[in-house]
Structures are given as C-alpha cells and as structure tokens.
C-alpha cells in the first residue's frame, strides 16, 4: 500500500531553519509530482511547494518563496522541504502529498496519498 512518511519537524527559534524529508513507498515515484502542505491549529490545510515528477518544475506559495525549497531524489524515493528564515507564523504541521490529478499541483484535492504529518515549531 501506498505510504508517505515525514521528518525532520521539531523546535527551532526565529530565523533558523529546518529540512524535511518525505519518504514514499508502495507505488511508482517518480511517475508523480509531490507537494508539501500545513496546518496551523484552527486553520485550514495549505498549499506550500510542489515539485514535478521529474523535479524540473516547482512552485511555492508567496508566503515561503524565497525562503522554502522543494527538492526530490526519484533514486531515493524522497522528497525535501529545505526551510530558511523560518518565522513564527510557518509554525504547523506539514505534510508531503503524491499529486494524483490534473491540476495546478496547489490544492488538496488533487493529492490522494498523505503522510501523517510532522510539527514544527518556530518559537523562541
């Protein structure tokens, strides 16, 4: 079955930065794209970066671009969230999704597969 699994969330202060990493198994990885989203408590999830299947392709969301970087190794079946000038309002759990439909790779209804999602905290 198919499974995606995240690390790397934990504490960090104002300003440091954080890797997380996306582990799939249990279907073709490099056959789809990936995405990273969040939730903050009482929020809805939202859209952060997608990558396409071959890693040419990225995207962001205004709120992390400059500062985020998605990257995949398809020989590994993983991909990363590289997280710079973290502030306090990127804190949330973050989850890695397979982009299964056709879309713009920015919404949730486009992912079928999910991990569980890992914290991160930005906070001094």
């Known amino acids: 079955q198919v499974q995606l699994v995240e690390s790397g969330g934990g504490l960090v202060q104002p300003g440091g930065s954080l890797r997380l990493s996306c582990a799939a198994s249990?279907?073709?990885?490099?056959?789809?794209?990936m995405g990273w989203f969040r939730q903050a408590p009482g929020k809805e999830r939202a859209f952060v970066a997608a990558?396409?299947?071959?890693?040419?392709?990225?995207y962001y969301a205004d709120s992390v671009k400059g500062r985020f970087t998605i990257s995949r190794d398809n020989a590994k079946n993983t991909v990363y969230l590289r997280m710079n000038s973290l502030k306090p309002e990127d804190t949330a759990v973050y989850y890695c999704?397979?982009?299964?439909?056709?879309?713009?790779?920015?919404?949730?209804?486009?992912?079928?597969?999910w991990g569980q999602g890992t914290q991160v905290t930005v906070s001094s």
């Open positions: 999704a397979a982009h299964t439909r056709v879309g713009s790779m920015r919404y949730t209804d486009e992912y079928d597969y």
């Open positions: 249990g279907y073709t990885f490099g056959d789809y794209g």
């Open positions: 990558i396409s299947w071959s890693g040419r392709d990225s």
